[in-house]
Protein backbone atom coordinates (compact mmCIF):
# COMPACT_ATOMS: atom_id res chain seq x y z
CA UNK A 1 0.00 0.00 0.00
CA UNK A 2 2.84 2.50 -0.82
CA UNK A 3 0.94 3.27 -0.73
CA UNK A 4 -2.38 4.21 2.13
CA UNK A 5 -0.03 5.07 4.81
CA UNK A 6 2.45 6.93 2.36
CA UNK A 7 -0.95 8.90 0.80
CA UNK A 8 -1.99 9.81 4.32
CA UNK A 9 1.37 11.02 5.07
CA UNK A 10 1.86 13.31 2.49
CA UNK A 11 -1.84 14.52 2.58
CA UNK A 12 -0.78 14.90 6.10
CA UNK A 13 1.78 17.38 5.87
CA UNK A 14 0.07 19.40 3.71
CA UNK A 15 1.78 18.45 0.73
CA UNK A 16 -0.80 16.29 -0.77
CA UNK A 17 -0.88 13.82 -3.68
CA UNK A 18 -3.58 15.18 -5.54
CA UNK A 19 -2.99 17.88 -8.54
CA UNK A 20 -4.13 21.08 -6.97
CA UNK A 21 -7.05 21.66 -9.75
CA UNK A 22 -9.03 25.66 -9.65
CA UNK A 23 -12.53 24.99 -9.30
CA UNK A 24 -14.82 25.90 -11.89
CA UNK A 25 -16.17 29.61 -12.28
CA UNK A 26 -19.42 29.94 -10.53
CA UNK A 27 -21.97 32.37 -11.14
CA UNK A 28 -24.68 33.78 -8.81
CA UNK A 29 -26.96 31.67 -10.40
CA UNK A 30 -24.80 28.79 -10.93
CA UNK A 31 -25.68 24.87 -9.85
CA UNK A 32 -23.59 23.89 -7.11
CA UNK A 33 -22.49 20.28 -7.53
CA UNK A 34 -21.46 18.56 -3.76
CA UNK A 35 -19.35 15.32 -2.82
CA UNK A 36 -20.38 14.15 0.18
CA UNK A 37 -17.69 11.98 2.14
CA UNK A 38 -19.06 9.96 4.44
CA UNK A 39 -22.36 9.17 4.33
CA UNK A 40 -23.61 7.24 7.38
CA UNK A 41 -26.34 9.01 9.68
CA UNK A 42 -24.64 12.47 10.15
CA UNK A 43 -24.00 12.26 6.50
CA UNK A 44 -27.59 11.23 5.16
CA UNK A 45 -28.97 13.82 7.75
CA UNK A 46 -26.82 16.87 5.58
CA UNK A 47 -27.71 15.71 2.66
CA UNK A 48 -31.67 16.35 3.26
CA UNK A 49 -30.60 19.25 4.29
CA UNK A 50 -28.79 20.74 1.70
CA UNK A 51 -31.94 19.54 -0.62
CA UNK A 52 -33.53 22.44 0.76
CA UNK A 53 -30.91 25.17 -0.45
CA UNK A 54 -31.84 25.94 -4.06
CA UNK A 55 -29.90 25.59 -6.97
CA UNK A 56 -27.41 22.85 -5.31
CA UNK A 57 -27.00 19.16 -6.07
CA UNK A 58 -25.53 16.62 -4.36
CA UNK A 59 -24.26 14.05 -7.07
CA UNK A 60 -21.52 11.91 -5.59
CA UNK A 61 -20.77 10.05 -2.47
CA UNK A 62 -17.76 7.92 -0.73
CA UNK A 63 -17.70 5.81 2.17
CA UNK A 64 -15.52 2.66 3.26
CA UNK A 65 -19.04 1.00 3.97
CA UNK A 66 -20.51 -0.54 0.87
CA UNK A 67 -24.01 -0.74 2.53
CA UNK A 68 -23.86 2.85 3.57
CA UNK A 69 -23.37 3.28 -0.88
CA UNK A 70 -26.39 1.20 -1.25
CA UNK A 71 -28.65 4.55 -0.35
CA UNK A 72 -26.92 7.00 -2.16
CA UNK A 73 -28.46 8.72 -5.26
CA UNK A 74 -25.67 9.38 -7.17
CA UNK A 75 -21.80 8.24 -8.19
CA UNK A 76 -20.63 6.23 -5.49
CA UNK A 77 -16.90 5.97 -4.20
CA UNK A 78 -15.50 3.58 -1.61
CA UNK A 79 -11.86 5.62 -2.16
CA UNK A 80 -13.18 9.47 -1.57
CA UNK A 81 -10.05 9.67 -4.02
CA UNK A 82 -12.01 9.05 -7.04
CA UNK A 83 -15.19 11.53 -5.67
CA UNK A 84 -11.86 14.35 -5.46
CA UNK A 85 -10.72 13.60 -9.24
CA UNK A 86 -13.99 14.32 -10.23
CA UNK A 87 -13.67 18.34 -11.68
CA UNK A 88 -17.45 19.01 -11.91
CA UNK A 89 -17.50 18.83 -7.93
CA UNK A 90 -17.67 22.71 -6.58
CA UNK A 91 -17.53 21.92 -2.99
CA UNK A 92 -17.41 18.29 -0.48
CA UNK A 93 -19.07 17.80 2.77
CA UNK A 94 -16.92 15.71 5.21
CA UNK A 95 -18.66 13.87 7.74
CA UNK A 96 -16.69 11.06 8.71
CA UNK A 97 -15.06 10.09 11.72
CA UNK A 98 -13.16 12.84 13.68
CA UNK A 99 -9.71 11.06 13.45
CA UNK A 100 -10.34 10.69 9.79
CA UNK A 101 -11.46 15.03 9.36
CA UNK A 102 -7.87 16.33 9.07
CA UNK A 103 -6.67 13.62 6.35
CA UNK A 104 -10.07 14.45 4.00
CA UNK A 105 -10.31 17.87 5.22
CA UNK A 106 -6.86 18.55 3.47
CA UNK A 107 -7.21 16.69 0.45
CA UNK A 108 -10.29 18.08 -0.31
CA UNK A 109 -8.41 21.53 -0.08
CA UNK A 110 -5.75 19.97 -2.36
CA UNK A 111 -8.44 18.91 -4.82
CA UNK A 112 -9.66 22.34 -5.34
CA UNK A 113 -13.01 21.97 -3.74
CA UNK A 114 -14.90 24.44 -1.23
CA UNK A 115 -15.35 22.46 2.27
CA UNK A 116 -17.85 21.91 4.73
CA UNK A 117 -16.34 20.34 7.76
CA UNK A 118 -18.06 19.04 10.48
CA UNK A 119 -17.68 18.89 13.87
CA UNK A 120 -15.03 19.09 15.89
CA UNK A 121 -12.99 20.32 13.20
CA UNK A 122 -9.77 18.84 14.41
CA UNK A 123 -9.24 15.34 16.54
CA UNK A 124 -5.75 16.74 17.68
CA UNK A 125 -3.77 19.78 17.71
CA UNK A 126 -1.65 17.97 15.35
CA UNK A 127 -3.98 17.41 12.79
CA UNK A 128 -5.64 21.05 13.00
CA UNK A 129 -1.69 22.58 12.51
CA UNK A 130 -2.26 20.25 9.33
CA UNK A 131 -5.34 21.70 8.45
CA UNK A 132 -4.59 24.99 9.25
CA UNK A 133 -1.15 24.78 6.72
CA UNK A 134 -3.76 23.58 4.12
CA UNK A 135 -6.30 26.16 4.65
CA UNK A 136 -3.55 29.04 4.40
CA UNK A 137 -2.78 27.56 0.65
CA UNK A 138 -6.26 27.83 -1.02
CA UNK A 139 -8.94 30.58 -1.14
CA UNK A 140 -11.66 27.80 -0.75
CA UNK A 141 -14.78 28.54 1.61
CA UNK A 142 -14.29 26.28 4.34
CA UNK A 143 -17.28 26.25 6.75
CA UNK A 144 -17.15 24.17 9.99
CA UNK A 145 -19.86 22.33 11.42
CA UNK A 146 -21.25 24.05 14.41
CA UNK A 147 -24.50 25.12 13.39
CA UNK A 148 -25.47 27.14 16.36
CA UNK A 149 -23.55 29.90 14.65
CA UNK A 150 -25.96 30.25 11.98
CA UNK A 151 -28.98 30.30 14.63
CA UNK A 152 -31.28 33.11 14.84
CA UNK A 153 -30.27 32.86 19.18
CA UNK A 154 -26.66 34.19 17.78
CA UNK A 155 -28.67 37.09 17.06
CA UNK A 156 -30.43 37.82 19.99
CA UNK A 157 -27.37 37.29 21.93
CA UNK A 158 -25.66 40.23 20.06
CA UNK A 159 -28.35 42.48 20.48
CA UNK A 160 -28.08 41.68 23.94
CA UNK A 161 -24.47 42.43 23.86
CA UNK A 162 -24.83 45.53 21.64
CA UNK A 163 -25.31 47.42 24.90
CA UNK A 164 -22.42 47.15 27.47
CA UNK A 165 -24.45 48.40 30.73
CA UNK A 166 -26.72 45.42 29.83
CA UNK A 167 -23.78 42.61 31.23
CA UNK A 168 -21.12 44.45 32.85
CA UNK A 169 -18.29 42.36 33.61
CA UNK A 170 -18.41 38.92 32.35
CA UNK A 171 -17.15 37.03 34.57
CA UNK A 172 -18.00 33.07 34.07
CA UNK A 173 -20.47 30.76 31.56
CA UNK A 174 -21.66 27.62 33.31
CA UNK A 175 -22.32 25.18 30.29
CA UNK A 176 -24.58 21.76 30.82
CA UNK A 177 -25.23 18.52 28.88
CA UNK A 178 -27.27 15.52 29.89
CA UNK A 179 -29.11 13.06 29.03
CA UNK A 180 -30.69 9.88 29.25
CA UNK A 181 -31.58 6.51 27.24
CA UNK A 182 -33.81 3.30 28.66
CA UNK A 183 -30.74 0.62 30.32
CA UNK A 184 -31.15 -1.36 27.69
CA UNK A 185 -29.92 0.88 25.19
CA UNK A 186 -26.34 2.24 26.18
CA UNK A 187 -25.69 5.86 25.00
CA UNK A 188 -23.76 6.26 21.46
CA UNK A 189 -24.17 2.65 21.23
CA UNK A 190 -25.99 0.90 17.47
CA UNK A 191 -26.42 -2.44 18.05
CA UNK A 192 -28.99 -3.30 15.61
CA UNK A 193 -25.92 -2.19 13.13
CA UNK A 194 -23.70 -4.52 13.50
CA UNK A 195 -24.70 -7.45 11.16
CA UNK A 196 -22.99 -9.81 8.96
CA UNK A 197 -22.76 -7.46 5.97
CA UNK A 198 -20.32 -5.33 8.52
CA UNK A 199 -17.44 -7.57 7.00
CA UNK A 200 -13.71 -6.76 5.96
CA UNK A 201 -14.97 -7.94 2.51
CA UNK A 202 -17.98 -4.70 2.43
CA UNK A 203 -15.63 -2.22 5.00
CA UNK A 204 -12.47 -0.63 3.79
CA UNK A 205 -10.72 -1.36 6.85
CA UNK A 206 -7.18 0.17 6.29
CA UNK A 207 -9.14 3.39 5.17
CA UNK A 208 -11.33 3.54 8.14
CA UNK A 209 -8.47 3.33 10.18
CA UNK A 210 -6.45 6.45 8.62
CA UNK A 211 -3.88 7.18 10.75
CA UNK A 212 -4.76 5.37 13.94
CA UNK A 213 -2.92 2.13 15.02
CA UNK A 214 -3.13 -0.81 13.24
CA UNK A 215 -5.44 -3.61 14.43
CA UNK A 216 -7.87 -6.77 12.90
CA UNK A 217 -10.97 -5.58 11.53
CA UNK A 218 -13.61 -5.27 14.48
CA UNK A 219 -17.31 -4.50 13.69
CA UNK A 220 -17.79 -3.32 16.80
CA UNK A 221 -15.01 -0.46 16.72
CA UNK A 222 -16.12 0.14 13.58
CA UNK A 223 -19.93 0.82 13.89
CA UNK A 224 -19.28 2.26 17.72
CA UNK A 225 -16.16 4.50 16.99
CA UNK A 226 -17.71 7.07 19.06
CA UNK A 227 -16.77 5.26 22.12
CA UNK A 228 -13.15 4.76 21.24
CA UNK A 229 -10.05 7.15 21.94
CA UNK A 230 -8.61 6.26 18.47
CA UNK A 231 -11.39 7.73 17.05
CA UNK A 232 -13.39 9.86 19.07
CA UNK A 233 -13.07 12.60 21.45
CA UNK A 234 -16.17 11.40 23.29
CA UNK A 235 -19.34 13.98 24.11
CA UNK A 236 -16.11 16.83 24.45
CA UNK A 237 -15.75 16.59 20.67
CA UNK A 238 -19.53 15.93 20.29
CA UNK A 239 -21.53 18.58 22.52
CA UNK A 240 -19.20 20.55 24.02
CA UNK A 241 -17.64 21.72 21.04
CA UNK A 242 -20.81 22.61 19.50
CA UNK A 243 -21.84 24.79 22.84
CA UNK A 244 -18.43 26.73 23.00
CA UNK A 245 -18.20 27.33 19.35
CA UNK A 246 -21.49 29.73 19.85
CA UNK A 247 -19.54 31.41 23.10
CA UNK A 248 -16.53 31.66 21.48
CA UNK A 249 -17.92 33.77 18.63
CA UNK A 250 -20.25 35.38 20.41
CA UNK A 251 -18.11 36.87 22.67
CA UNK A 252 -14.81 36.51 20.90
CA UNK A 253 -13.10 34.43 22.98
CA UNK A 254 -9.41 33.27 22.38
CA UNK A 255 -7.54 29.57 23.16
CA UNK A 256 -7.43 29.03 26.67
CA UNK A 257 -4.84 29.68 29.10
CA UNK A 258 -5.51 26.20 30.73
CA UNK A 259 -7.99 23.28 31.25
CA UNK A 260 -9.18 20.68 33.74
CA UNK A 261 -11.36 17.61 33.03
CA UNK A 262 -12.49 14.82 35.03
CA UNK A 263 -14.96 12.09 35.15
CA UNK A 264 -15.22 8.12 34.00
CA UNK A 265 -17.11 5.68 32.82
CA UNK A 266 -19.30 5.26 35.60
CA UNK A 267 -22.48 4.15 33.82
CA UNK A 268 -22.25 2.19 30.89
CA UNK A 269 -19.56 -0.73 31.27
CA UNK A 270 -19.88 -1.57 27.77
CA UNK A 271 -15.80 -1.47 26.67
CA UNK A 272 -16.22 2.23 25.67
CA UNK A 273 -13.02 4.00 26.70
CA UNK A 274 -14.00 8.02 26.67
CA UNK A 275 -16.40 9.15 29.43
CA UNK A 276 -19.90 9.06 29.97
CA UNK A 277 -19.95 11.22 33.25
CA UNK A 278 -17.84 14.60 33.27
CA UNK A 279 -16.71 17.71 34.22
CA UNK A 280 -14.61 20.49 32.35
CA UNK A 281 -12.99 24.10 33.84
CA UNK A 282 -11.84 25.82 31.04
CA UNK A 283 -9.63 29.29 31.95
CA UNK A 284 -9.95 31.92 29.52
CA UNK A 285 -7.21 34.41 29.02
CA UNK A 286 -10.29 36.89 29.18
CA UNK A 287 -10.28 36.63 33.04
CA UNK A 288 -13.28 33.98 32.46
CA UNK A 289 -14.09 31.06 33.24
CA UNK A 290 -16.09 28.79 31.36
CA UNK A 291 -17.07 25.22 33.53
CA UNK A 292 -18.79 22.68 31.41
CA UNK A 293 -21.09 19.40 32.94
CA UNK A 294 -22.24 16.36 31.30
CA UNK A 295 -23.47 13.08 31.83
CA UNK A 296 -25.48 10.20 30.05
CA UNK A 297 -27.93 8.71 32.92
CA UNK A 298 -29.88 11.80 33.88
CA UNK A 299 -31.69 14.29 31.57
CA UNK A 300 -31.68 17.17 33.84
CA UNK A 301 -30.74 19.52 33.57
CA UNK A 302 -30.83 18.92 30.05
CA UNK A 303 -28.74 21.11 27.60
CA UNK A 304 -28.34 24.77 28.78
CA UNK A 305 -26.11 27.49 29.15
CA UNK A 306 -25.97 30.53 31.15
CA UNK A 307 -23.41 34.03 31.06
CA UNK A 308 -22.84 35.40 33.97
CA UNK A 309 -22.25 39.39 34.35
CA UNK A 310 -21.82 41.48 37.01
CA UNK A 311 -25.02 43.51 35.88
CA UNK A 312 -27.24 40.46 33.69
CA UNK A 313 -26.87 36.95 33.09
CA UNK A 314 -27.91 35.52 29.72
CA UNK A 315 -30.06 31.92 30.29
CA UNK A 316 -29.78 29.93 26.25
CA UNK A 317 -31.90 26.63 25.76
CA UNK A 318 -34.41 26.57 23.75
CA UNK A 319 -34.71 29.82 24.00
CA UNK A 320 -32.14 32.59 25.00
CA UNK A 321 -32.96 35.31 27.61
CA UNK A 322 -31.62 38.45 28.85
CA UNK A 323 -32.41 38.57 32.73
CA UNK A 324 -30.76 41.66 34.94
CA UNK A 325 -28.89 41.58 38.20
CA UNK A 326 -30.86 43.68 40.05
CA UNK A 327 -28.24 44.51 42.65
CA UNK A 328 -26.06 46.13 39.74
CA UNK A 329 -29.08 46.94 37.43
CA UNK A 330 -32.47 48.19 39.12
CA UNK A 331 -33.88 49.20 36.08
CA UNK A 332 -33.55 46.73 33.94
CA UNK A 333 -35.51 44.22 32.13
CA UNK A 334 -36.04 40.69 31.41
CA UNK A 335 -35.61 39.80 27.75
CA UNK A 336 -36.69 37.08 25.31
CA UNK A 337 -35.69 36.12 22.28
CA UNK A 338 -37.60 35.55 19.10
CA UNK A 339 -35.40 35.13 16.48
CA UNK A 340 -35.57 31.68 14.63
CA UNK A 341 -34.15 30.03 11.68
CA UNK A 342 -34.65 27.17 9.19
CA UNK A 343 -33.08 23.83 10.07
CA UNK A 344 -30.52 24.10 6.58
CA UNK A 345 -29.53 28.01 7.35
CA UNK A 346 -25.78 25.98 8.18
CA UNK A 347 -25.33 24.77 4.93
CA UNK A 348 -26.98 27.83 3.36
CA UNK A 349 -24.91 30.31 4.53
CA UNK A 350 -22.04 28.34 3.23
CA UNK A 351 -23.20 28.11 -0.02
CA UNK A 352 -24.10 31.67 0.05
CA UNK A 353 -20.46 32.11 1.19
CA UNK A 354 -19.24 29.86 -1.86
CA UNK A 355 -21.07 32.36 -4.50
CA UNK A 356 -19.83 35.20 -2.65
CA UNK A 357 -22.67 36.89 -1.08
CA UNK A 358 -22.01 36.13 2.71
CA UNK A 359 -18.97 35.05 4.68
CA UNK A 360 -19.03 31.91 6.53
CA UNK A 361 -20.95 32.07 10.13
CA UNK A 362 -18.23 29.03 11.23
CA UNK A 363 -15.09 30.02 9.68
CA UNK A 364 -11.67 28.40 10.20
CA UNK A 365 -10.56 29.78 12.58
CA UNK A 366 -13.16 29.86 14.89
CA UNK A 367 -13.16 25.92 13.99
CA UNK A 368 -9.36 25.79 15.11
CA UNK A 369 -10.00 27.68 18.59
CA UNK A 370 -12.65 25.24 19.40
CA UNK A 371 -10.59 22.65 18.24
CA UNK A 372 -7.76 23.03 20.45
CA UNK A 373 -9.84 24.04 23.63
CA UNK A 374 -11.10 20.66 23.03
CA UNK A 375 -7.94 18.67 22.56
CA UNK A 376 -7.32 20.53 25.65
CA UNK A 377 -9.91 18.93 27.81
CA UNK A 378 -9.49 15.77 26.24
CA UNK A 379 -5.76 15.77 26.83
CA UNK A 380 -6.59 16.39 30.53
CA UNK A 381 -8.48 13.79 31.12
CA UNK A 382 -5.96 11.13 29.55
CA UNK A 383 -3.37 13.03 31.30
CA UNK A 384 -5.16 13.21 34.86
CA UNK A 385 -4.31 16.53 35.10
CA UNK A 386 -4.43 20.21 34.28
CA UNK A 387 -2.90 21.32 31.20
CA UNK A 388 -1.72 24.61 29.45
CA UNK A 389 -1.42 26.20 26.28
CA UNK A 390 1.64 27.34 25.76
CA UNK A 391 1.30 30.18 22.64
CA UNK A 392 4.58 30.19 21.38
CA UNK A 393 5.06 27.04 20.56
CA UNK A 394 1.58 26.37 20.16
CA UNK A 395 1.65 23.03 22.20
CA UNK A 396 -0.03 21.52 24.93
CA UNK A 397 2.26 21.27 28.17
Request: charged share 20%.
Given at each position: ??????????????????????????????????????????????????????????????????????KAPGAQYQDYRRLLDDKSIDAVIVATPQHLHAEHFCASLDAGKHVYQEKTMAFTVDHAKRMRAAHRGTAKVVQIGHQSCSFGQMNDVRAFLSQPERMGRITAINMRMYRNTPLAKPAWTRRAQITADVNPQNVAWESFLGEAPAREFDANRFIHWRLFEDYSGGNVHENMSHQLAFWYKALDLEIPKAVTMTGGVYLWKDGRE???????????????????????????????????????????????????????????NEITGRAGHPPQVHLQNFVDAIRGTAKPNCPFELGYRVSIASSMAVESFRLGRTVRWDAKKEEIV
Open positions: MDSRRHFLGKVASGLGTLASVPARALGANDRIRFGIIGFGDRGTELFHLLKACPNTEAAAFADVYTKHLEVPDTMTVAIEQPENMLITWTSGFGNNQPGVSEDVLGTHGTIARDQQVRYLPQKVNRPTG
